[in-house]
DNA sequence: GATGAATGAGCCTTCATTCAT
DNA sequence: AATGAATGAAGGCTCATTCAT
C-alpha cells in the first residue's frame, strides 16, 4: 500500500490513502494518539473528516498503521543486519542507513518517542519486532567487543541504549537541538555531521575492533 | 518530594496542592498536556475534579507550574556550574547532580521530552532559561576543549547533545529500554551505571583534558 | 427584618441578612434567577460564599425572599387604596406612593419584570396579592368612569396595564430610556417629571372626572 | 416565519438553521441569555445539542443572531418612517406595522426587554440602529407638536416612551395581563384592542394635530 | 469515492451546596 | 457567626464516529 507497485499507476484511493498517511505522521508526531484531533489530519491531507474513515476503521488504527508504515524498513535493516557479519563496519553502515532512513522521515522518531514515553499499546511491537531481533545478537558481540574496555560488563547494553538515542533522538529533540546548533537539525548537513559523530564515537569506543570503518 | 518549610505543619491547602502537583506530574508525563484527562489527575490525586480548580485555573497552567517546579532545581545546577570552574570535574559533577535530581523526579524527563517533541509553549522557556545558559559558556570550552580532537568544529556542539539525551533520554526512554537491560532503568542500581557510562564517557572522549575525574 | 424595629439596635446577624438581601436584589435584578452566581451575591455582599447559606436556605429562596421584600409594601398601598375612597385623587396619590416606593428601590421594577417575563414562581403571587387586589374592584370603577368615553367597553382594563407600564417600565427599562432622555430616568427629577407625565395622562383621559387631582 | 426565498428549496441545513433559530427564540425569550441552558434549545429544535454547533459558534452568537433576526424588520419600519411624512397618520401606520410584526414574532418583545433590563451587549445596537434613528426625527416634530399642549418641555420625550412601552410591554409582560384582561393579550383580538388603545390615545394626546388618522 | 449533516459520549470548567473548623 | 475547603451535578463546547446522499 504504501510501497507503490512498480509500473502501475496508483488509484485515487491509493493516493487519498497515501496522502491520510502522510498527514497523520504529521500529526501524529506532534500531538500523540491523545492529543490529536481527527480534524486536524482530514484538514491537512486535504479531505473530509469521513472520508478518513472509508480508509481506517478508527483513530487507533491510523495511528498504528502510521507507526507500522514508518517502522517496518527499520526493522527490515535491522534483520538484515543481525542475520550478516556483524562486524563494526556492518555497524556502520546499519547506523548510516538507519539515519538516512529517518532523515527521510523526520517524523517517524518523534512518533516513535511518543509511543515510548506514553507506554502506549505499540510499545511491545517496537521492542519484540524491532529491539530484540537488534539487540540479542548485538549483546553476544558486545560482550565480545567490551571485553578488556571501559564498557565491559553492565554497562555493555548501555552501548546499545546509546546509540538508539543519539540516532532518534537527534530527530525527535530537534526542536529544542535547533537552539544549540542554531540550524536545522533535519537539514542535510545535520544529519551528516551526526552520522559522523556517531561513528566516530563508536570508533572511540571500540578502538581495537578487529575492522575499522573506512 | 514536598519541599517543607522548615519548622512549619503544611496546612491542610498546602498539602492538597502537593497531591494535585504530584499526580499531575506523573499524568502529564504519560500523555502529555493535550492528551491528559483532568479527570485522571484528579483521581490520581484523590480529589474532585473541581477542587482541582480552586488551585491553578486550567490545565496548561497546572501544567506549567509541574514543569516549572521540576525544572527549577535544574536550572539552578546549570547555573551554578556556569559561574564556577567549568573543568572536567565539575562537567563529572554536574551529570551527577543532573541524574540525581532526574532520578528523585522519574516523570521529569518524560515531561520536558513531551514538551520538546510538541514544541510545547514551554519549551522556548527551556530553551532561554535552562538550556542557553547551560551551553553558551560550554561552547567556549568545547572550542577549546575539542581541538585536536576527532570532535573539533561543527561536532562540538553535539557533545552537548549527546550528554544531554544520556541523561534525560535514560528516564524517559526507560519504557523501552527496560526491554533492553532486564531490569528497571530508574533503579538505583541502573542509573549508577548509567551516570559512570557518561562519566567514563567523557573521559574517553576527552582523554587530554587537564584534570580527571576520580 | 427589612424594616428595622425602632429603637433597638440590629444584631450583626440582622445587619449581614439585611446586607445580603440589598446585594441580592441588585443581582437578581441583573441577571435573574436562573443568571445570577451565587458567588456574585455573596462577593457584592462582602460576604463568604458559605454564610449566605445560614441565612437563606437556597438561591431561590433568597430569591423569593427578595422579591418579597419589595413587592410587600406595593401590595400593602394596594390594599388601602382599594379600601378606601377610589377617585381620581386617590389614584393619583396611589401612583404617586407608588413611583416614590419605586425610586426608593430602582431595582425592585427590573426584579418584577423578570419574574413576568420569565414565567416565575412568584408570578401567581404578583398577580393573586397585588394586582387582583388593585384590580377587581378598579373594573368596577372604571366601567362608570369609561362609560361615555372612547375608553369604555374592552378597552378599559388596558387602562390599567398602561399605567402599571408607565411606572414600573419607567424603572426597569431606564437603560434603554436613558438613551432617550440623555438623562438618568431614575434621577429625582425625572421620576418627578414621569409622575407628572402620568397623572396629566389620567386627567387627560377622564376629564370628566368627578374629582380633579390637585 | 421562515423567511423562504423566492422559487428555491430549502435546503437541510437551512431548515435545520432555522428550526434552530425558532427554538432559541422561545428559550431565550423566557431565560434570557444567561439563564438559557443550550441543551433545551437542542431539545425545543428537535436536534442534538452538538449539531447546534455547527450553525453557530456559541451560545452568546446564536442569542445576538436571534435577536438581529427579530429586530432588523423593526428598524427598517422605523427608517421608513423617520425618512418620510412624519404626520399623524403615518405615526399611527407606524404603530400599526410594529404592532403586526410584535404579534407575528410575540417573543421579540421578552427578548428585547430582557436585553434591556439586563443591559446585555445588544442594549447598544437597539439603541444606535433603531431608538435613536426614530427619536432624533420624532423630538423634532415633538417639540413643535407639543407647544401648548401639557406635554411640552420636558415630558415631550416620555410621550415616545410612553408608545414604546404600550407596543412592546404588551407582549413582554402578556403573562401577567392575561390575569387582567382574562384572555390571551397577543390574540389576535386583544392585538387589536391595544392598536386601538394606543391610537385613540395618541389622537386625544394631540387633539390639535393637523391630520387625524382614519 | 467523497461528503454534508448529525449525534452520543466525553472534556474542561463552573456552579450551588455542604461540612469541618 | 463566619469561612476555607471540598464536591456532585450540571453547563458549554468538542470530538470521534456514523449515515444518508
New interface residues.
Partial sequence: MVEKIEGRIPTRAEFTRERILEAAEIVF???????TRIREIADTAGVNNATLYSYFPSKSELHEAVLERGVRPLIDNMVEFSRGVRDMKAAGELLRAGMKHLSERPNLS?LI??E????GSY?EE??SRW??PL?DPALVDLKEATAST??EG??A??V???F???SF??F??A???R???DADPTSEEWVA??T??MI??LE??FPNAPEQLA
Fill in positions: 508526531a506532534r500531538h500523540g494518539l491523545n492529543g518523534r518517542y511518543l515510548i514515553i506514553s507506554e510499545l517496537l521492542s529491539l530484540r539487540l571501559p564498557w553492565n554497562l547494553p548501555l546499545v541504549t546509546t538508539v538515542q543519539l533522538g537527534h525527535a529533540l526542536p529544542l537541538f537552539e544549540v546548533i555531521h551526526q559522523k559523530f566516530t564515537l572511540q569506543m
